[in-house]
């Protein structure tokens, strides 16, 4: 089992990435002191498989948990849904010395996490995610919310879980297109701080679709170390944390115009990434050679590179983005790249050069 701390000061814990850890969520969670009711939130595709194993194992450590089960799927990130868990965990008691266990992918480590950063001015959190995505990205960190209508998480929290424990065993079951999504993620953590990092997921990207183990756990613990490095100097996102957006904000828009049901998350930002390295390639001179491996990469990954959107759509995707949570004084912000492995935040972007971009001109046009 791999280990990855992340260094905040009295709100520091550690990442534990390795097989078999859904049964031990209750030795880790006893290792917190934490109080014996508690509760695990899991979605209708997760639960199914792991809930009884996570529920089992917190029972034979002492615990009280009971299971609530939200609709697998975007579109339950919603206030609705945090209601519904609210009352059932006043159901159960529930008290300030009390816990709430994220059992799933992206979406239920972020609903729970905003649950039990709101319920009772907040209780204990440990994070279980079960997808590639969850497990090198939104598991860690400490950004938990909700959607609006309006936007991809407008309400939500920093709020830092007490340990993650990324079960290498779930990816086993995950299928192939959910597996592809969290890639998305892994190759950003190249793009924007490793190149190193980045050259070898073009080397071993066979070995990873293979899901080959080893890989695997060398590969996520990478990603889990630059991600704390980043939130450990910067928490809540007051500079250098805002280049983990990479690609975010035109694929949070996307999401959005399409009612969160077409993309997943890791496509609808693999499609933003490849269209920030074109747009770097326009503003912070960004090689075009390296677009093309960035665009590569993904494609080789089998995600989406492109949409093809007419002008309405690219209205209603420019109106999107400008809900962003990244605007400031009415101007959008990007994260743009200088080379692989080296980006700059807040960096303003002409109106013009970015319709051009997300109108499918090349990255060299108008140079």
């Known amino acids: 089992m791999r280990t990855v701390n992340v260094p905040l000061g009295p709100r520091s814990y550690s990442i534990r990435i390795g097989p078999g ?13 934490l109080g014996r009711r508690c509760a695990v939130i899991s979605d209708s595709n997760v639960a199914p498989r792991y809930a009884g194993v996570v529920e089992g194992s917190l029972r034979a450590a002492g615990f009280e948990p009971c299971v609530m089960t939200i609709p697998a799927g975007e579109p339950s990130k919603r206030l609705r849904h945090v209601e519904a868990c609210y009352d059932r965990l006043a159901a159960h008691r529930l008290e300030r010395k009390s816990f709430v266990a994220a059992l799933g992918g992206g979406v239920v480590g972020d609903l729970a996490g905003f649950v039990a950063a709101t319920y009772l001015r907040g209780v204990a959190l440990v994070q279980v995610p079960t997808t ?21 998480n407008l309400v939500g929290a920093f709020y830092q879980p007490g340990v993650v424990l990324c079960d290498l065993d779930t990816l086993g079951t995950l299928p192939d297109r959910e597996y592809r999504a969290g890639l998305a993620e892994v190759i950003k953590y190249g793009i924007i701080y490793d190149a190193a990092l ?3 997921l073009e080397r071993d990207l066979d070995r990873l679709l293979d899901r080959d183990p080893d890989t695997l756990a060398q590969v996520i ?11 450990g100097q910067d928490e809540t996102e007051g500079g ?26 890791g496509e609808a930002i693999a ?8 747009l770097s390639a326009r503003l912070t001179g960004l090689p075009v050679r390296e677009v093309e491996r960035i665009r590569a990469l993904f494609e080789r990954a089998g995600l ?3 949409v093809r959107l007419d002008r309405r759509q690219r209205e209603r995707l420019l109106g999107a983005m400008r809900l962003d949570k990244k605007v400031s004084a009415g101007e959008l912000k990007f994260v743009l790249a200088e080379r692989v492995g080296r980006v700059r935040w807040g960096q303003a972007v002409p109106q013009l050069e970015l319709e051009r971009v997300l109108a499918g001109g090349s990255p060299a046009e108008g140079d």
């Open 271 to 278: 499609m933003g990434q490849v269209a920030a390295a074109r």
């Open 221 to 231: 613990a990478r990603c889990c170390q630059i991600k704390a490095e980043v939130v």
């Open 304 to 306: 989406p590179t492109a």
């Open 198 to 200: 980045f050259r070898r």
């Open 240 to 265: 250098l944390r805002a280049i983990l957006n990479f690609g975010h904000t035109i694929g949070h828009g996307l999401e959005a115009i399409s009612r969160y049901g077409k993309y997943l998350h």
């Open 132 to 152: 590639l995505l969850a497990q090198v990205d939104s598991s860690v960190g400490g950004k938990v919310g909700v959607n609006l209508a309006a936007g991809k």
């Open 21 to 33: 850890l859904c049964s031990r969520v209750g030795q880790e969670c006893a290792r917190l002191g």
